[in-house]
């Protein structure tokens, strides 16, 4: 089982949960984060005073899934977020070693 | 406003219109339904330009966590002034005819009656739209302490400055027997009465009581620029009653008032955002917003004296003049006036007061220099006369009002409270439980 964690730009989200929807993945959890990466930050002004806005908003998604759709869902997420801009974000890939669905107490890929 | 009248005359008589003279001098012993019926609205419009107009304006710029405060501000000021106009302010201002203040006669409102006159309205209602400016006057300089100014050294010295500053100078410029007005300073509105007299005493203010904690390297940025450009919006709409009611009356002088008012308003609109445009690269929605504030103080002094044309060149040099005022030498010089109460307020006020010695030439469209006057060059002096007399004297006093209190009470809150926010550390409110 893999986690895949992926920073994407927020206005973006609903196309990515459509694109991972269509191949099968059952849930994910969303975040609003915030933070920086070669996008860096943007500037503000009000009347003449210049704020630097260091950490921009994003939005990170957290998909438990089988190994054998690791590349589907990583094909479908970098598909849906690419803008082929700077800031479009990234995708991390973990090993999950274990998960429990809580109601019932179904363990391992039974429970994803 | 002695003055004003004594104008309409002169125009009267230059147009020929000699026949208009017994029934001018007539209608002023007579109450006008017309006249007072325009009056009671203006009066409305000017209070709504303090709450909320002016409360909004400013809360939306400040932080969330002081949101609260500068509403309450306002709020409290609008009370206060209006206790004290009724008790004393007004007989300072208006109750009689001193070079320098009215006396006490009118203390309490003393006959102020249902049946008592000024001009051609019920003096009660002239009575409450000087009150009018008497609130607002005092909750422009809100703008340049927000944020740092304990709640009750703000109530004593608004309380102070009202009775030692503005009702003075009022009486000076727009009083029987005042001074200013004597000499000829033309003043429709309040350029110095009400702007540059605010202005100043913010500048003082921000001097006196310092920097915020961590100004100017820590971000500050407006928490709700819609809170700011709706309270825009009122002012804008107000200033109506501000301008073409300081005619007083119903008459064509109103109705140019009105229109020079929109003219100068949208001019330096425009103005401020391209200039911001210009040298930022993007128009901004608090640079529009403040160009037409900016706009809007500069033809005070000069809407019952200029003409549409005239209105267009003094909106544009205030655009131009308080954008360079608030954004490049403000940061230059280095003091807080967090929300530009003078580099707006002072500073527009000036630049209307002086182009109104220029554009109130009838070669230029104007309706007339003031009596006895006859050239621009000297009507400009004049008004450099009343410009520097109301500096002056609001700056003195107004440094050793908060100097004063400063010993007393002390005028700011602490570094912790500052850091908590005026909302929770002053009233135990907070603007927003999202």
Request: charged share 10%.
């Given at each position: 089982m893999k986690l895949v964690t992926a920073i994407i730009k927020p206005f973006k989200l609903d196309d990515v949960r459509e694109a991972l929807s269509g191949i099968g993945v059952q849930g994910i959890t969303v975040t609003e984060v915030k933070g920086f990466g070669r996008q860096k930050g943007h500037t503000e002004l009000y009347r003449g005073a210049e704020y630097v806005v260091d950490f921009l908003p994003k939005v990170k998604l957290e998909v438990a899934i089988k190994s054998d759709l690791l590349d589907q869902v990583i094909e479908a997420i970098s598909k849906a977020a690419n803008t082929g801009k700077i800031g479009d974000g990234k995708i991390f890939v973990s090993s999950l070693e274990q998960v429990v669905r809580i109601r019932t107490g179904e363990t391992g890929p039974d429970a994803l | 406003m002695s003055i004003r009248k004594s104008l309409n005359v002169r125009a009267a008589a230059a147009t020929g219109a000699l026949l208009a003279l017994p029934s001018l001098a007539h209608a002023e012993d007579a109450l006008s339904s017309g006249d007072t019926a325009w009056m009671l609205t203006a009066t409305a419009l000017v209070l709504f330009m303090t709450i909320p107009g002016l409360s909004l304006f400013y809360a939306g710029m400040v932080r969330a966590k002081n949101g609260l405060s500068v509403m309450m501000q306002c709020f409290a000021i609008t009370s206060l002034m209006t206790v004290l106009w009724a008790v004393i302010g007004y007989s300072?201002?208006?109750?009689?005819?001193?070079?320098?203040?009215?006396?006490?006669?009118?203390?309490?409102?003393?006959?102020?009656?249902?049946?008592?006159?000024?001009?051609?309205?019920?003096?009660?209602?002239?009575?409450?739209?000087?009150?009018?400016?008497?609130?607002?006057?005092?909750?422009?300089?809100?703008?340049?302490?927000?944020?740092?100014?304990?709640?009750?050294?703000?109530?004593?010295?608004?309380?102070?400055?009202?009775?030692?500053?503005?009702?003075?100078?009022?009486?000076?410029?727009?009083?029987?027997?005042?001074?200013?007005?004597?000499?000829?300073?033309?003043?429709?509105?309040?350029?110095?009465?009400?702007?540059?007299?605010?202005?100043?005493?913010?500048?003082?203010?921000?001097?006196?009581l310092g920097k915020r904690k961590?100004?100017?390297?820590?971000?500050?940025?407006?928490?709700?620029?819609?809170?700011?450009?709706?309270?825009?919006?009122?002012?804008?709409?107000?200033?109506?009653?501000?301008?073409?009611?300081?005619?007083?009356?119903?008459?064509?002088?109103?109705?140019?008032?009105?229109?020079?008012?929109?003219?100068?308003?949208?001019?330096?609109?425009?103005?401020?955002?391209?200039?911001?445009?210009?040298?930022?690269?993007?128009?901004?929605?608090?640079?529009?917003?403040?160009?037409?504030?900016?706009?809007?103080?500069?033809?005070?002094?000069?809407?019952?004296?200029?003409?549409?044309?005239?209105?267009?060149?003094?909106?544009?040099?205030?655009?131009?003049?308080?954008?360079?005022?608030?954004?490049?030498?403000?940061?230059?010089?280095?003091?807080?006036?967090?929300?530009?109460a003078f580099g707006v307020h002072g500073i527009g006020g000036i630049i209307g007061a002086l182009l109104t010695g220029v554009f109130c030439a009838p070669s230029l469209g104007g309706a007339g220099f003031a009596d006895g006057v006859d050239s621009i060059g000297t009507q400009v002096g004049i008004q450099f006369v009343g410009i520097i007399a109301t500096l002056v004297y609001t700056l003195i006093a107004t440094f050793i009002i908060l100097k004063v209190l400063d010993a007393l009470i002390g005028l700011r809150v602490t570094e912790e409270e500052e850091t908590e926010g005026l909302d929770l550390s002053q009233h135990d409110e907070r603007a927003y439980n999202l």
């Open positions: - | 300072i201002a208006f109750g009689g005819e001193g070079a320098y203040w009215g006396g006490l006669d009118k203390m309490f409102l003393a006959g102020v009656g249902v049946d008592t006159l000024s001009g051609t309205i019920p003096e009660t209602v002239f009575m409450t739209f000087q009150m009018t400016f008497a609130i607002i006057t005092p909750a422009l300089i809100v703008g340049a302490f927000a944020e740092r100014m304990k709640f009750s050294a703000m109530m004593w010295f608004m309380a102070i400055w009202l009775l030692l500053v503005y009702a003075p100078i009022a009486h000076w410029v727009w009083g029987d027997g005042g001074w200013l007005g004597g000499k000829g300073v033309l003043d429709f509105a309040g350029g110095t009465v009400v702007h540059i007299n605010a202005g100043i005493a913010g500048l003082v203010a921000a001097l006196v961590g100004y100017p390297g820590t971000a500050m940025p407006p928490h709700n620029l819609i809170l700011t450009v709706v309270g825009a919006g009122m002012l804008w709409v107000g200033w109506f009653g501000f301008n073409a009611g300081s005619e007083l009356a119903a008459d064509g002088t109103a109705g140019m008032a009105m229109a020079v008012t929109q003219i100068a308003t949208a001019a330096a609109a425009l103005a401020w955002m391209f200039s911001e445009w210009l040298l930022h690269g993007k128009p901004s929605v608090l640079g529009i917003a403040s160009g037409a504030v900016a706009g809007l103080v500069a033809i005070t002094p000069a809407s019952g004296s200029v003409g549409p044309m005239g209105a267009l060149a003094i909106g544009a040099a205030a655009g131009v003049g308080c954008f360079i005022a608030a954004v490049k030498v403000k940061p230059m010089l280095g003091y807080d006036d967090s929300l530009d």
